[in-house]
């Protein structure tokens, strides 16, 4: 499905939580469906379903990223993180390897897109440094 998987969540109420995302386009009901009609095959004999309930969706896009391909599919968009000694950056995440990412940080103050592009700068953060990363979700042009 051209798909990797994000996260599994048990919760105490019996119910689990699969989220999973694509690295090219958006995850579709289609696709959701699809996955929990695997797994059902797959646990269909040994009485588990009985006793969960089981939700498939994509993470959402308020949820911080939990895997390195959530940083590759971001590439190009503002993202915003939290490192692990605390500071905070944002900026368009330019590049995400196999030891961290690379972000043109945003320089605060800045009156248009074009100047604050001008005047930002790259800043190379380790997967292990980061605390919390997700997209900043804007809607404007």
Known sequence: MGGFLVDI??????KIIIHFDK??????VGDCIEISRYINVQFENSGL???YELEVSSPGLDQPFRVVQQYHKAVGKEIRI???DGQAVSGKLISAGEEGIEILENIPGRKN???AEEESRKEFFPYSGIKE???IISFRN
């Open 23 to 28: 690295l090219q386009g958006g995850v579709e």
């Open 113 to 115: 897109r074009q100047q």
């Open 82 to 84: 939290i490192a692990t």
């Open 49 to 51: 379903w009985e006793q």
């Open 9 to 14: 969540k048990v919760l105490p109420r019996k």
């Open 133 to 135: 990363a997700k997209c």
